[in-house]
């Protein structure tokens, strides 16, 4: 049942018209916005904190799509590429490294194109006084990381910078 629901996830992303996204798209093109819906992986344990995450992106224009769990996660990073990617570490079952690790020896096999802006979201995350990402040491395979607690702020400024595909830069996200 899950890889059946996750195939339907992706399929329906794809088509671009599942859970209101043809009504968010249509927002964006009323606002301005010629571009086609980004879409957001977001992979969080924690039912309250993928909520807010889910609400922020759309109120932002993106289409999100919500799993709880590494394995699940895996599987939809497999099925296509993304626009952007918060990857909780902390999750049951594969963590969230465990799940890069397997995902980009999968791509370096499977695809011509690396995924980016893929972020670890941690709680033990430090980022420096100066936010350079020189001073952190990231986990092999993200792109960046974003510190627990996150705030609103951080993570719109993570959209924004994801949709327009500039560095992610600041206290809170370090980007490779």
Not at 76 to 100: F, H, I, K, S, Y
Not at 120 to 128: A, C, K, M, R, W
């Amino acid at each position: 049942y899950v890889t059946t629901r996750l195939d339907s996830i992706a399929g329906d992303i794809k088509e671009d018209d599942t859970n209101g996204a043809k009504q968010q798209k249509t927002k964006a093109n009323e606002a301005g916005s010629d571009q086609a819906m980004k879409v957001c992986l977001i992979v969080e344990e924690g039912n309250a904190i993928s909520a807010v995450a889910e609400k922020v992106a759309e109120e932002n224009g993106w289409k999100s799509i919500v799993v709880h769990n590494g394995e699940s996660a895996l599987r939809l990073l497999q099925m296509r590429n993304w626009d952007a990617v918060l990857l909780d570490d902390e999750l049951p079952g594969l963590t969230g490294c465990m799940v890069m690790e397997h995902f980009r020896e999968w791509e370096s096999k499977n695809r011509v194109n690396r995924q980016k802006n893929v972020y670890q979201v941690n709680s033990s995350f430090i980022p420096s006084h100066l936010g350079t990402s020189s001073s952190v040491q990231l986990p092999s395979g993200f792109d960046g990381a974003i510190g627990k607690p996150v705030s609103l702020k951080v993570f719109r400024q993570f959209l924004q910078k994801s949709a327009d595909g500039a560095s992610c830069m600041s206290h809170d996200i370090v980007r490779r």
